[in-house]
């Protein structure tokens, strides 16, 4: 009678087994079925490492920023433990040095590439923070240079921490259920029409350069959804706000300024700061002047990814009126009195500078607070900074500057408050 039962029940339920199951195969279609789990353990071809290929490999390193990510401040170069905090905890970043046991010292090559271009290495499938969604476009000459240069660096047996994660996340088989949830890989052969300068820019921005995993607008459970291609918005590891790339947002540049701005950090439109800087510094000043060509030709070909500036109105003129004095004594003296920069742009201008025209304001918050100072670069070898006022001003001043700056240079609303200031950095109210 029990037996008769059992097999009643599972008749019933043999319709959402198999509903189950055709939707699980079919978003495991969607993102590489079974290939991407399938990690090679065979040693490959050797590879002969001569000049030509270990100087290609440097710069592939150098463009992809692999260094920013995998080196922890303060430590070995390319040791990894650098933390990144997501929303579920904290990552820390692998050693990419030649150590047999911490790093890559036993890895192949085909092992190599698998990870780079499925996110699944010999411990797992790996968290996308390590965005294997764009170097799943790398082509084989720059991941086997890449390997070669990664293997005459001076071996290191740091061992990066555990990663700090809450459950699920924890479990690294779950991230097979997000990739067939979120995961989706990008075509190799998108605008495979279109001339060479634009596919090449393209291959660094979308691929080698993962401009995305900052510049992309993130969806459901971190995910990087078409929708949000190079969209913007706040980086969380970070808390700085990164712009969209596109045509519309970046058509102050003409494409040889946005190629210099790349390479130099800075430009007649604003100076690279924060992350930005850091990835000037690092990655993009080692661009060759064809690469920052090209890179530039393709975003300005990004169709447009935000919706038009919210207009200026009478209450935003009212509510910062009282800043105007604040911006005469602290800021007109480089920025000058119209907002317009100084000294041949060493001084940026604040007329459409990001800070003042994103509709997130954090960026013109932390810029008064801490200051900053743009990369040194062979475009930008004394850079100028900008001091601090996280002890001159109080945290009303300080959301009133941030409002008065937004809204007379960059027709923003004044979304910044004192509490805010508070709340999100620490500052008193005197």
Not at 258 to 273: E, F, M, Q, T, V
Not at 277 to 298: I, K, M, N
Not at 316 to 330: Q, R, W
Request: charged share 15%.
């Amino acid at each position: 009678m029990r037996s008769r039962r059992l097999a009643i029940a599972l008749l019933a339920a043999l319709p959402l087994l198999l509903l189950i199951l055709t939707i699980g195969g079919a978003l495991l279609l969607f993102q590489g079925g079974l290939e991407p789990y399938r990690v090679p353990r065979d040693a490959g071809t050797p590879i002969d490492a001569d000049t030509g290929l270990l100087a290609h490999g440097e710069y592939v390193a150098a463009i992809g920023n692999c260094a920013g990510c995998h080196t922890v401040r303060g430590g070995t170069a390319f040791a990894g433990g650098r933390p990144f905090t997501t929303p579920w905890g904290t990552i820390y970043s692998t050693n990419l040095t030649p150590d047999a046991e911490a790093g890559l010292g036993d890895w192949s090559l085909p092992e190599f590439r698998h990870a780079m271009r499925h996110g699944v290495s010999r411990d797992g499938v790996l968290y996308p923070a390590f965005p294997y969604a764009h170097f799943a476009l790398l082509d084989e000459a720059d991941i086997r240079a890449l390997f070669a240069w990664l293997r005459t660096l001076p071996a290191s047996d740091y061992r990066p921490p555990p990663n700090r994660l809450e459950f699920p996340a924890g479990w690294r088989w779950t991230q097979v259920l997000w990739r067939m949830l979120h995961y989706r890989p990008q075509n190799p052969d998108f605008g495979a029409e279109m001339p060479a300068e634009w596919r090449r820019g393209r291959y660094l921005v979308d691929g080698l350069g993962h401009c995305g995993m900052c510049h992309g607008r993130r969806g459901a459970m971190g995910s990087l959804p078409a929708s949000g291609y190079l969209a913007g918005g706040r980086i969380a590891d970070s808390g700085w706000y990164a712009p969209p790339l596109d045509g519309q947002q970046l058509a102050r540049y003409d494409a040889s300024e946005l190629a210099d701005y790349l390479r130099s950090g800075i430009s007649p439109h604003g100076s690279a700061y924060g992350p930005m800087g850091e990835v000037v510094y690092q990655s993009l000043q080692h661009l060759t002047a064809e690469d920052a060509r090209a890179v530039a030709t393709f975003l300005k070909s990004v169709p447009p990814r935000t919706p038009p500036r919210p207009a200026q109105g009478e209450a935003a003129h009212s509510f910062v009126a009282g800043a105007a004095d604040l911006y005469e004594k602290h800021c007109a003296g480089c920025h000058g009195r119209d907002g317009e920069g100084g000294k041949d742009g060493a001084w940026p201008p604040l007329v459409d500078a990001v800070a003042v025209t994103a509709p997130d304001p954090v960026n013109a918050v932390r810029m008064i607070l801490y200051g900053g100072i743009a990369p040194t670069t062979p475009g930008n070898p004394q850079p100028y900074s900008m001091p601090p006022f996280v002890e001159a001003l109080d945290s009303a001043q300080v959301a009133a500057l941030a409002n008065y700056i937004r809204v007379r240079f960059g027709g923003q609303p004044p979304l910044v408050t004192a509490e805010m200031v508070r709340a999100r950095h620490g500052i008193p109210a005197h």
